[in-house]
């Protein structure tokens, strides 16, 4: 049901194509990147390795233009946006008179390696190469003459101050030079060694080269004398610009991310981080800007708005090519790459966790039972086994060193894999033992594997080879296809039908479980990587040369849909009926969707500013039937809802925002946000935050609410800001004792705000206290002692033994039951917030005969029997009001209390142990004691 609703949905749709399905580029290029060349301050052009791209605003976006060569563009020059030429690494040149739309090729020697190339005039064009090659041309590039030098060094850089003056660079260090528009060229030798890669000049007679080993070198004769800069470094450098405006700043490039930056005309040069550890190949200036930009290997294009100075990453692609792909759902997904890459997605692409595995050998396919759970295969026999989305993998062993194409398993237990020279093994249980299969097909190599159910399977490889088996895979039978192309992947429209791609355009289709087969015609002759299908009619087709295919009608029709990529496709997957994604050579990752409005690179206008009108703009990306809903947190929109240009006016102050996003017929694109800090005329800040006492040579925080856009001065006495200066929150180290204050003012955009301030009481460790007043000879009774109290001064009174403190701990004073006999020792620290001080001790003997009363004259304490067996009683006469009644062993370990109550004059005490004991009677003002015996 699912399917066929789907179904109606696609034929609906179709309908309106140019509004609806297409697919995008997800990402950035990972190809290497040679040169690149600006037109004017919006057009420029980036050649690379089977790659030519444009951009029309400036480098904030880039559109790829099919590359006249698969191998590596390796410079470029344009005269005006439709008119130029580039160079490739097979040594021909091409010549394009409408934007890269359309080239002529041209290869002037089958020996030469060209290397550069430049527009002297609109007419005139000089190329450079190897072993002393120069070829020039007066036609503006129909052709081309040889321009002898004295010379047999490769030609490396290539530079021209006007129309006439122009220098070039060798890698022996020579430097040639023309007074004649490239007619004719003087050599000199620059006294150094290094093979130099780069040249440039200011103006007729200041000139720098660079090159191998952190080479840099200056002219100021114009090249027949130089002298050498030392770069500090040793890396291979590539380029050296300077910007036009200001001929003092200039900026080379070379291997692993160098940048060097000079701002006197070459007194010396600093290192700038590129943000990258690419070699740099190329950089250019846009016109009139002090923009700079400069491309290099794996997609990188670096960028810099001050000449060089700081660069951050426009594009940075990854140069792996992927080599198989699946989605489990509609943003969950794998790639497999050369070099053991293994990557994992959760969001359709944006980002990757890097799964990979530390091999230099390519994964050929990968297959997911579940979306946590599959197997990947690949080179030298590896196949791997993860059940926790590639976290931890286990590696297989298939017993062969063959590499392993295709995978196919009915659950994570049972499955196939198919490979190089007839390889066909199959597993039972997870991959932990493999069986091999006979194919008799030796000197085929298998490419892909497919089941329709527990018995038919479908197996296709090199030389238009199909096999197929009826008993779940323990026989294989070739089926003829009366083709010989290589075909390379297999996919199931229902349980009878089947198609499969191959090279040259090939597609084939069974309806009966791959027992006959026809051919079915695209009109696209390119090789065919992959194939899939959502349902029983609707189906795609990925190919080389940026290739995929659509049919809504199970592959009898087929359209070619815009990809805007000219690289080859390597895999296909659908993770669901609605989103699908295709990968390929240099990282190239798509995603199948509605095309909503592109991305919004940048929101133009003010960001920190007082209560006012403000105006914000974006680029207009000329997108037909988009419209621009913009919405402002704080702030009232007052004209240009719809266009690229509105008018706000800013209510209230805060960290408000700014936001756009395009909209057309296929939805609203990604939201791109601006945060704008709106500030109104400062006020008195809220108390100051922080302790009011505070200790000495410590580091204290106090802060006050933060305010956006909202400056912070603090000033203090006694102490200094160590950090947070400006902010709403510092960090400040007390250095004077006593009373002291903080303060903090504001500032904002629209003006100063008053000062607030606090008083801090810094104080230090508390000294020793007075020696403990109190009693040195007790008894067992309660005993009061005490110190000098200090203000602010916390005592920690403690024991060593004898007894317990029972009030007044933390005060001055406290009082102390003691309860057991010998020498014990009281203690007092005093402590504060900045730690303890020294303990002062008095030494206290506790006795018991200390205890007896000198005379009880008036006492009648009677105990009965005496000796006992444990029962006895206590019989109290002419005391006062008994506290206390306890009994303590001989070893003074309190065993028993008694509960004693007013009025009450005899006391039962019952079920004594053997022995020797003490019975301590306690009023308020007398303590007693009475031995007794139990037998």
Same mark, same amino acid.
């Given at each position: 049901m699912k399917r066929a609703l789907f179904l109606g949905f696609v034929l609906l749709v179709c309908i309106q194509e140019s509004i609806g399905q297409s697919w995008r580029r997800v990402g950035d290029w990972g190809n290497d990147y040679s040169a690149i060349h600006w037109v004017n301050e919006n057009v420029g052009y980036i050649a690379g390795e089977n790659i030519f791209l444009k951009s029309i605003d400036g480098g904030l976006s880039w559109v790829e233009i099919k590359s006249p060569s698969h191998g590596t563009l390796l410079d470029l020059s344009f005269y005006d946006e439709q008119f130029g030429l580039v160079i490739d690494d097979e040594g021909q040149l091409h010549r394009t008179i409408d934007g890269g739309s359309n080239w002529n090729s041209y290869q002037h020697s089958d020996t030469a390696s060209w290397k550069k190339i430049r527009f002297v005039t609109d007419n005139i064009l000089v190329v450079t190469g190897s072993s002393g090659a120069i070829i020039?041309? +007066?036609?503006?590039?129909?052709?081309?003459?040889?321009?002898?030098?004295?010379?047999?060094?490769?030609?490396?850089?290539?530079?021209?101050?006007?129309?006439?003056?122009?220098?070039?660079?060798?890698?022996?260090?020579?430097?040639?030079?023309?007074? !004649?528009?490239?007619?004719?060229?003087?050599?000199?030798?620059?006294?150094?060694?290094?093979?130099?890669?780069?040249?440039?000049?200011?103006?007729d007679t200041t000139g720098y080269a660079v090159g191998n080993l952190g080479t840099i070198i200056k002219t100021v004769d114009g090249g027949r004398n130089w002298q050498y800069i030392n770069s500090g470094i040793d890396s291979d450098l590539h380029e050296v610009v300077f910007n036009p405006a200001f001929p003092q700043i200039g900026v080379v490039s070379g291997d692993n991310g160098t940048i060097l930056r000079t701002d006197n005309g070459g007194l010396t040069f600093v290192a700038a981080n590129s943000r990258t550890q690419q070699s740099i190949k190329g950089l250019a200036f846009r016109p009139e800007t002090n923009n700079l930009l400069g491309v290099g290997a794996s997609g990188n294009l670096i960028t810099s708005n001050n000449s060089g100075a700081s660069w951050g990453i426009r594009l940075s692609g990854r140069a792996n090519d992927y080599t198989s792909i699946q989605?489990?759902?509609?943003?969950?997904?794998?790639?497999?790459?050369?070099?053991?890459?293994?990557?994992?997605?959760?969001?359709?692409?944006?980002?990757?966790?890097?799964?990979?595995?530390?091999?230099?050998?390519?994964?050929?396919?990968?297959?997911?039972?579940?979306s946590n759970a599959g197997f990947v295969s690949g080179n030298n026999g590896n196949i791997l086994s993860t059940t926790n989305s590639g976290a931890s993998w286990t590696t297989l062993n298939p017993g062969t060193n063959r590499n392993v194409n295709g995978l196919y398993?009915?659950?994570?237990?049972?499955?196939?894999?198919?490979?190089?020279?007839?390889?066909?093994?199959?597993?039972?249980?997870?991959?932990?033992?493999?069986?091999?299969?006979?194919?008799?097909?030796? +000197?085929?190599?298998?490419?892909?594997?497919?089941?329709?159910?527990?018995?038919?399977?479908?197996?296709?490889?090199?030389?238009?080879?199909?096999?197929?088996?009826?008993?779940?895979g323990v026989n294989w039978d070739r089926v003829p296809l009366n083709q010989t192309a290589k075909l390379n992947?297999?996919?199931?429209?229902?349980?009878?039908?089947?198609?499969?791609?191959?090279?040259?355009?090939?597609?084939?289709?069974?309806?009966?479980?791959?027992?006959?087969?026809?051919?079915?015609?695209?009109?696209?002759?390119?090789?065919?990587?992959?194939?899939?299908?959502?349902?029983?009619?609707?189906?795609?087709?990925?190919?080389?040369?940026?290739?995929?295919?659509?049919t809504f009608d199970a592959g009898e029709t087929w359209e070619k849909l815009p990809t805007g990529t000219f690289q080859d496709f390597t895999g296909l997957s659908f993770g669901d009926l609605? &989103?699908?994604?295709?990968?390929g050579e240099n990282g190239i990752f798509y995603q199948y969707t509605c095309q909503v409005p592109l991305d919004i690179a940048t929101i133009f206008g003010e960001v920190d500013i007082c209560l006012s009108q403000q105006i914000y703009t974006i680029q207009d990306l000329e997108e037909e039937g988009t419209s621009y809903e913009w919405r402002v947190d704080g702030g009232t929109i007052l004209e240009g809802q719809g266009s690229t240009r509105i008018v706000v006016r800013w209510d209230g102050p805060g960290r408000n925002a700014v936001m756009v996003r395009?909209? !057309?017929?296929?939805?609203?694109?990604?939201?791109t946000a601006l945060e704008v800090v709106v500030s109104e005329q400062p006020q008195q800040t809220a108390a100051i935050q922080g302790e009011g006492v505070?200790?000495?040579?410590?580091?204290?925080?106090?802060?006050?609410?933060?305010?956006?856009?909202?400056?912070?001065?603090?000033?203090?006495?006694?102490?200094?800001?160590?950090?947070?200066?400006?902010?709403?929150?510092?960090?400040?180290?007390?250095?004077?004792? !006593?009373?002291?204050?903080?303060? &903090?003012?504001?500032?904002?955009?629209?003006?100063?705000?008053?000062?607030t301030e606090k008083l801090i009481q810094v104080i230090t460790i508390p000294e020793q206290p007075a020696p403990i007043s109190g009693p040195g000879r007790v008894g067992f009774q309660d005993a009061d002692y005490e110190v000098a109290a200090v203000q602010d001064i916390n005592y920690q009174w403690s024991l060593d033994g004898g007894g317990e403190i029972i009030d007044g701990q933390g005060t001055a004073s406290v009082r102390i039951r003691w309860s057991d006999e010998g020498d014990h020792q009281l203690e007092v620290t005093p402590m504060n917030a900045c730690n303890q001080g020294p303990s002062q001790v008095l030494s206290v003997n506790v006795n018991l005969i200390t205890s007896l009363p000198e005379n009880d004259a008036n006492a009648d304490i009677r105990l009965f029997p005496s000796p006992s067996f444990g029962d006895i009683h206590l019989q109290v006469e002419g005391l006062p009001s008994l506290i206390r009644l306890e009994v303590f062993n001989a070893s003074g370990q309190k065993i028993r209390q008694i509960q004693t109550q007013e009025g009450q004059f005899v006391y039962p005490i019952t079920d004594l142990p053997k022995g020797l004991h003490v019975v301590v009677l306690r009023t308020r003002t007398v303590t007693y004691k009475r031995k007794i015996i139990v037998f």
């Open positions: 020039r041309s +007066d036609d503006r590039g129909i052709s081309w003459k040889e321009v002898p030098v004295n010379t047999t060094a490769d030609i490396n850089g290539l530079t021209f101050v006007n129309d006439s003056l122009g220098y070039a660079a060798t890698s022996d260090a020579a430097i040639l030079k023309t007074t !004649n528009s490239g007619k004719d060229w003087e050599t000199f030798s620059s006294g150094f060694q290094a093979a130099l890669n780069g040249i440039h000049f200011t103006d989605f489990t759902t509609d943003l969950r997904g794998y790639l497999t790459g050369d070099q053991g890459l293994i990557l994992l997605t959760g969001n359709g692409g944006n980002t990757f966790a890097d799964r990979s595995r530390p091999i230099s050998l390519p994964f050929n396919n990968l297959y997911f039972v579940t398993f009915f659950d994570f237990n049972r499955g196939f894999a198919v490979g190089e020279r007839g390889l066909i093994t199959k597993t039972e249980n997870r991959g932990v033992n493999w069986e091999m299969v006979p194919s008799g097909y030796s +000197d085929i190599n298998f490419s892909d594997i497919l089941f329709f159910d527990d018995g038919t399977g479908l197996i296709i490889g090199d030389q238009g080879y199909l096999l197929r088996s009826e008993n779940g992947a297999v996919t199931m429209l229902d349980e009878n039908t089947a198609m499969l791609v191959g090279d040259g355009g090939t597609v084939l289709k069974t309806v009966n479980k791959g027992n006959s087969w026809s051919a079915l015609q695209t009109g696209v002759p390119v090789h065919f990587s992959d194939v899939e299908f959502l349902d029983e009619s609707v189906g795609f087709i990925t190919g080389d040369e940026g290739t995929i295919m659509r609605n &989103v699908g994604y295709a990968a395009g909209q !057309n017929n296929c939805g609203n694109g990604t939201t505070v200790c000495v040579n410590t580091l204290e925080e106090y802060y006050v609410d933060s305010i956006p856009g909202t400056q912070y001065f603090w000033e203090t006495t006694g102490g200094v800001v160590r950090s947070g200066q400006g902010t709403a929150r510092i960090t400040l180290e007390w250095t004077n004792l !006593n009373e002291q204050s903080i303060s &903090v003012s504001t500032t904002n955009p629209c003006g100063q705000g008053p000062t």
